[in-house]
């Protein structure tokens, strides 16, 4: 079972740009699709980004398509998530969970995944 840790939020500015973190400790990293939530205060909690699968598919909300990417390093044992052109509607707490099994289609789906991390604070204010 992995442990799951985020890190790298804090407060910018609209047009900014951020890069989370999730740095993981466990056997079989690179076997786990690695996925990205938000929940804004009021909101429920949704899918941002996830990578899925040995070949490193890809997948974005809507929302974040054409700004956020998501990429991996398993030498690492690490997740980023680099967030660019940050606008307020993106201001959460951002998640990352992990799954051995995720079906691809079904990436944003929060029953999808078994571990996840504490959370980090992103605030797009000026």
């Known amino acids: 079972q992995l442990r799951l840790v985020e890190s790298g939020g804090g407060l910018v500015q609209p047009g900014g740009s951020l890069r989370l973190v999730c740095a993981a400790s466990g056997d079989n990293f690179d076997y786990y699709a690695i996925a990205w939530f938000r929940q804004a205060p009021g909101k429920e909690r949704e899918g941002v980004s996830a990578?899925?699968?040995?070949?490193?598919?890809?997948y974005y909300s809507d929302s974040v398509k054409g700004r956020f990417a998501i990429s991996r390093d398993n030498a690492e044992n690490t997740v980023y998530l680099q967030m660019n052109s940050l606008e307020p509607e993106d201001t959460a707490v951002y998640y990352c969970?992990?799954?051995?099994?995720?079906?691809?289609?079904?990436?944003?789906?929060?029953?999808?995944?078994?571990?996840w991390g504490q959370g980090t604070q992103v605030t797009v204010s000026s």
């Open positions: 969970a992990a799954d051995l099994f995720v079906d691809g289609p079904d990436w944003s789906a929060e029953s999808e995944y078994d571990v």
């Open positions: 990578i899925v699968g040995r070949a490193g598919t890809t």
